[in-house]
Structures are given as structure tokens and as C-alpha cells.
């Protein structure tokens, strides 16, 4: 009787044991699920509602593209980390799919292009994309000044909202347009300067090319070489 008393009880054992550890395994699964899950992959329509108070590190990609293919472990684990925070987002746009539109919109000319701070006026990220170097520019991320609430806001920065908020809408959007179009005025010139060296450039290399034969043919150095060549054979034959 002793026997199958001790064989129930270890049975029971075991399954209460083997319940245990179902359940840590399936509260894994679903924390490493959430967290995953907690990845955002932004869209026009989820943009305002995801960056707004944060400061965003996003990147921009087309699922073909092979540099993309090649960040997204680090990055991936990037979002992963950042999932929780209350200040930083990390976060993915799809330029082919449903990001399209976002990615027009902030002047995206390449994947991926990874974009950083102020969601209203990014900046374009040009470090190392290895994890640890992403890690490290994240970390250094500080939270945004919020217009609203002016948290997080340095005097400089309130300054700037006082006397911005004293314009009308009407002003402040001809600022933008404003901006905007000497943007392009620079970016237009720097093409023209661009395609101005290239000219150069082939003029120079084509220039050097014919001046170089020309020497070559006027000094006959070539012959001059052979016969220096043959002069220090002979001479070292005696």
C-alpha cells in the first residue's frame, strides 16, 4: 500500500512539475511575442498618434532592398529595446508598402535611410549601423520639447515658442513654404556645382590624356628607355 501511495503522489508531482513549467514556457513565449509585437512599423495613418512627445531614430526601407535586409537583425533588436519607452521611438517605415506616403513626405531618395529627432523636422542619421553603434546614438537621444507643455523644453528652445506663437497660422506656414523652397535652392545648386566638376573633371582627365601622349611622342622616351636599358646592359657586361 506504501508503494502506490508514494507512485500517486510522485505522479501528481510530476504533473503539477510538468504544469510549472508549461506555464513559464507559455509566459515566455508571450512576453518575447508582445515585445516583438511592440515593433512598430509606422503608416501615415499611426505617425501622429506613435511620435507624438517622443524623440523617433526611424528607419526607411524597401523590403528588397539588400543593405535593408542586412541592418534589420540590429535594428529589430533596436525596436525591441526602445519598445517601452516613454521617450524614444524606434521605429520601421515601409517604403514600398503602406509607408509610401511617409516616406515621400520627409524626401527619402535611398534604402534604408535612417532618420532621427524632432518627428516635425528629422535629421538624416550617417553613423555606423552595426548594434552597438545604433545602441550608442539611441542612448544619446533626448526627449523632444514638447510646443504644448514646453516639457523637456530648454530656455532657448521656450524663447523661440514665445515668439514663434505670436505669429499667425498664415505666417508660420509661409515659413515652411519659405523653408522649403530655399531648401530646394540649395539642394538645386549643389546638383548644378556637382555636374560643373564632373564636366571639369572629364575636360582635365581628357586633357591630361592627350598631353601625356603628346610627350610621350615628342621625347620618344620609349626609345630613349630602350637604348638607357641597353647602354647599363652592355656596360655591365665588361
Given amino acids: 500500500m506504501q508503494m502506490c501511495k508514494k507512485s500517486k503522489y510522485l505522479i501528481k508531482k510530476e504533473y503539477f512539475n510538468g504544469f510549472l513549467l508549461y506555464k513559464m514556457f507559455k509566459n515566455i513565449v508571450i ?16 505617425w501622429d498618434e506613435s511620435v507624438v512627445g517622443k524623440t523617433v531614430f ?8 539588400g543593405h535593408c535586409k542586412a541592418i534589420k537583425p540590429a535594428w529589430d533588436s533596436l525596436m525591441e529595446e526602445y519598445a517601452s519607452s516613454e521617450t524614444i521611438l524606434v521605429a520601421d517605415v515601409d517604403c514600398i508598402g503602406t509607408g509610401k506616403a511617409l516616406c515621400d ?7 534604408p535611410t535612417i532618420k532621427y529627432g524632432d518627428p516635425s523636422s528629422l535629421d538624416a542619421y550617417s553613423g555606423p549601423r552595426d548594434l552597438e553603434s545604433l545602441k550608442a546614438f539611441a542612448g544619446d537621444l533626448k526627449p523632444s520639447c514638447n510646443v504644448g507643455t514646453m516639457e523637456n523644453c530648454d530656455q532657448e528652445q521656450e524663447e523661440s515658442i514665445a515668439t514663434l506663437m505670436a505669429f499667425s497660422e ?4 509661409q515659413k515652411v513654404i519659405d523653408h522649403s523652397k530655399a531648401s530646394t535652392e540649395i539642394e538645386k545648386e549643389f546638383k548644378h556645382q556637382v555636374e560643373i566638376l564632373q564636366k571639369t573633371y ?11 601622349e603628346s610627350l ?4 620618344n622616351i620609349g626609345m630613349v628607355k630602350s ?12
Fill in 105 to 111: 513626405k520627409v524626401g527619402v531618395k535611398g534604402f
Fill in 216 to 219: 610621350s611622342e615628342e621625347s
Fill in 202 to 212: 572629364e575636360e582635365l582627365t581628357a586633357k591630361k590624356k592627350a598631353d601625356s
Fill in 170 to 173: 498664415g505666417d508660420l506656414s
Fill in 58 to 65: 526611424v528607419k526607411f526601407f524597401a523590403p528588397w532592398c
Fill in 31 to 46: 512576453a518575447t511575442l508582445a515585445a516583438y509585437s511592440m515593433a512598430i512599423e509606422l503608416t501615415p495613418d499611426t
Fill in 227 to 238: 637604348v638607357l636599358s641597353h647602354k647599363r646592359a652592355a656596360k655591365s657586361e665588361l
